[in-house]
Every structure is written in C-alpha cells, then in structure tokens.
C-alpha cells in the first residue's frame, strides 16, 4: 500500500492495521508462545538450603516436549569453575522435574535428582573441591539453555542462584587455640549437653571443617582436629605424638556443652589408623568410623609415654605411573599382615569401642576392606564384638558428604604429585549418601545414649527419612560459655 495513501486512512483503520501486523489483535502472539507463563525455576523448600540436603528442581513454561540444557557452575575459593549441564526434554505441560525427568544427555544421564550438584567437573585439571569458609555458602548458578544443534547451548531462557550453606542456624563455630590444641568446635542450638564426635583429616594436613560442621547441624557437637600443616602445628608429616590427641580429647570431653560417657572419633584415610590409635590407647573413646583406613599406623612414627609404633613403609618401585602423569599407589604400601610389620599394627583389641569401617570398593589407595577384615579377625580373637563393615561399591578413596562431585585424582601438595583416587561419579555419589547417613546413625547408637529420641526428633533429622528442612541461615548472634585466654569468642550474645 503506498504511504500517502496510508496517511489518508481514517485513524481508527490505521490503527486496526497496525495492530493487525504487528500481532497486537485477537492474541495472535500467543500462538507463537510469547504469552506464555514465563520459563523460571522453582527450588524447594527452598533455593538456599545446606550442603548436603536434597532438593526438588522444577523447570516450569517451556513449551511441551521442549528440549533444554539444564546448566549449573559454581566458582571455589581458588576462582576454579565447577560446572555439569544435561540435556531434559520437557513433557505435556512444558514442566522438567530432576526428580522425575530422565537425562537424556551430558554429564550424566537417567533420573538424578541431584545430579547438577554431584557430576560437576573441576575445569582445571586435577581440580578438587572442598570448602575452608564454612560460614559463608556455595552459589550454584543454575540456568536452563533451549538445545542447539549436537548439544551445544543457545542463549539463557531462565537462571538463578541456588545457595548451599554448611553452617545451620544457631550452630556455633568456636576457634580453639588452647595449650598445643588447634580445633574448631561446632555446638549445635538447644539445650545441651549433645553427644560429641572428633573429627580427624587426613594426609592433606590443615584443618578442614565442614564435615564437622556439617555433622553438628545433626545434633551432635563436633571438634574438628588439626594435626599438622596448620598454624604453628609441624608443617609436615615426620612424626606424632598420641600425646596431643589426648589433650584434645580431655578438653573437648570437659565441655559442659558436650555430653559424658564417651566420645565419638571419625577420621579419614591417615585419619582413620589414628582414630584407631585413640580408641586403643586412650580412655573415654566409645564409637570409632574409619573411612577408607588402614588398620596399621602409617607412614610417622607415633610416641606414647616412651613408647614408638612405626610407620608402615611403602615401597616407591610398586607405585605406577598413569599416561597421564597421576600415581597410583595402590600395592606400594607394605603389607601390615607380613610379621616383620606387626610393630605396626594398632592394637585395637584394647579398644572398648564400637568400630564401622567405611570401605570404598573402587579405593585406589589401598585395600581398605582387607584392612577392615583384619581388625575384625583381631577383635573376634580377643572375644570383643565385631566391627561394622559397610562396603560401598564404585566409591574411591576421597568419600565425602553427599553431592560433592567426586574426585578420581588431584594433586596432593604434601606429597607433590597428583595421586589417583577412583571412583566413578553415579556410584561414587550413591555411596556418599548411603556412608553420611549410616555414620550419623551410628554415632547416635554408640554415642547418643538416651539422647537418641530427642535428636531424632529434630527437623534436620528428618532428612534421613526423606525429610528436607528448609534454610538453615547463618547464625547472626551467637554466644558461647568456652572462652579462650579470657576473651568471649563471639561478640554478640543471643536474646
């Protein structure tokens, strides 16, 4: 139509004109989908929650039997990018659900509810992920992308931020530096006393908290120990005295926060054989978990009272060499059954506790559940009860609180090379969940005496019966009766 006879058109016929072509009139861009409720996620309960709690994801308006990329990326403190994505087709009413809809595609595939979280990958190589800073959370930016051609994502339809906290509401974080003891404490709220639980690393070194932390959400107060690399604590790993472990044990165990009658010690890999030594030589220790541990002292010599129990040796020609570069080291380590190694076995017969060994089938360290049998022949033939082995098939050596993504090989800074741990992501994930769960139930059998109906009581506890409790935010007021060179650890006092 030409323009100036356009313009000599009535208004009301130009303007029926313009709406007509653009769209505006009888809804028609609604048949192109621009009226549609707009694509958004929905997390509950509840888009910012703790670490190891499980969500429900939906991703609602997409358009039916639409096929999307759902995106998650989290940054670590070192600035490194985790990140997973997988392909989903929407179904009738334009609705993906995690916890229904199937992957079709990417990092991993079937129905993973959680699986944006536990199938991330470092995107430096030999990335691991762990967290220092327990009192500030991750942030998972979750984003959906429409499909692309081979898979490849075309421009954000929705995003947001999913918040994965550590610290529950109330718990408090408590610094310890008294005498030779480096710790941080974590008192969960409510009335105490609550059962206590010790928390050991392993040949990482430093002080890391957030398993310890994350147990105290729990119900339980927790000490997570250092034992070297930190602090004015030894650098390195040249020997140890059981001695320190003792002064932690009595501080911690004269908490009027914590509870009496015995104390609970888990402890990881280098860990583990010390959780075994504390248990053997030191009273009041009543529930031990080793996880992926040997049952023989490694590597330092340990100094109790005058007395030395060697380190087991290893043998460096049995370690291979990946064509990658990373060491497998599982076979170097001598073998603790032989008898010129039998100074170096813990004498767990001694013990008066109750032990559960978490043994990862795919631990690429060593083999930790003939470790496992051997405290079980040991305590069997000394009449003691025998200990709780929880095999855990296609998990390795690096088992952590669920929905960490799992670690095949990292570098490792004391030994200076990348060491090759195992474990395949589904497998490895579906192991965390079942170790973390067991672990809290056995403390609360072994060290939660008549405590045990109030805790399970409790919203968190829920968790482990398919509950899921909402956020659990970041104390803002905290206070503490433990004080340290007389000086109240937290400022502000709750009303």
């Known amino acids: 139509m030409p323009l100036l006879s356009h313009f000599k058109m009535p208004f009301a016929v130009r303007k029926f004109c313009f709406q007509y072509n653009t769209g505006r009139m009888f809804n028609t861009a609604s048949a192109s989908g621009c009226n549609r409720a707009p694509v958004k996620i929905n997390i509950k309960p509840d888009r910012k929650c703790l670490f190891d709690a499980p969500v429900d994801i939906k991703v609602q308006g997409l358009r039916p039997k639409q096929q999307v990329i759902f995106r998650a990326k989290l940054t670590d403190e070192k600035e490194v990018d985790f ?26 595939v079937g129905v993973h509810p959680m699986g ?34 081979e898979e490849t994502e075309q421009p954000v339809l929705t995003s947001c931020v999913h918040e994965r906290w550590f610290v529950g509401e109330g718990v408090q974080r408590i610094p310890v530096r008294e005498g030779r003891i480096r710790a941080t404490l974590f008192i969960p709220p409510g009335e105490g006393p609550f059962p206590g639980v010790m928390d050991l690393g392993g040949t990482a070194g430093g002080l890391l908290e957030y398993r310890a932390c994350l147990l105290a959400n729990y119900g339980f107060a927790t000490m997570s120990l250092a034992y070297f690399g930190f602090d004015d604590l030894p650098k390195k790993l040249l020997e140890l005295h059981l001695e320190y472990f003792e002064e932690a044990l009595h501080y911690f165990q004269k908490l009027p926060q914590v509870k009496t009658g015995g104390i609970g010690v888990m402890g ?85 506790a109750r032990f559960l060994f978490v043994v990862a089938k795919d631990d690429q ?7 496992a049998q051997e405290v079980k022949r040991q305590l069997q033939e000394h ?69 045990k109906d109030r805790i399970r009581s409790t919203c968190l506890w829920g968790r482990m019966t398919g509950g899921n409790p ?13 004080e340290s060179d007389g000086v109240r650890l937290f400022g502000k006092e709750s009303r």
């Open 365 to 371: 360290v060593w083999d930790s559940e003939v470790y």
């Open 116 to 149: 944006f979280m536990w199938a991330m990958k470092s995107q430096t190589e030999l990335g691991r992920l762990f967290r220092k800073d327990v009192t500030s959370p991750f942030e998972v930016h979750l984003s959906v992308h429409d499909k692309g051609p």
């Open 383 to 451: 009449g003691k009860p025998a200990p709780e082995i929880l095999p855990l098939p296609g998990a390795g050596h690096l088992l952590e609180p669920p929905y960490f993504p799992s670690c095949p090989a990292s570098y490792h800074k004391f030994v200076g090379a990348a060491l090759e741990w195992g474990g395949q992501p589904d497998t490895h994930a579906v192991a965390q969940e079942t170790y973390w769960r067991r672990v809290r139930e056995f403390f609360l059998e072994h060290v939660g005496g008549k405590l």
């Open 268 to 352: 990881t890999s280098k860990g583990a054989d010390l959780s075994l030594s504390m248990a053997s030589f030191l009273k009041g220790v009543t529930a031990v978990v080793c996880v992926n541990g040997c049952n023989a002292n490694l590597q330092a010599p340990l100094h109790y009272r005058g007395t030395s129990m060697p380190g087991l040796g290893l043998s460096a020609h049995r370690i291979t060499i990946r064509d990658s570069g990373v060491l497998n080291v599982r076979g170097c380590y001598d073998d603790p059954r032989a008898p010129e190694n039998h100074a170096c076995v813990v004498p767990v017969h001694r013990a008066s």
């Open 83 to 108: 990140v997973s994505s997988a392909r989903y087709e929407a179904d009738n009413h334009g609705v993906v659900d995690l916890s229904t809809s199937a992957a079709l595609g990417g990092d991993y």
């Open 470 to 482: 909402t956020f659990m935010a970041k104390p803002e007021s905290t206070s503490c009766s433990v």
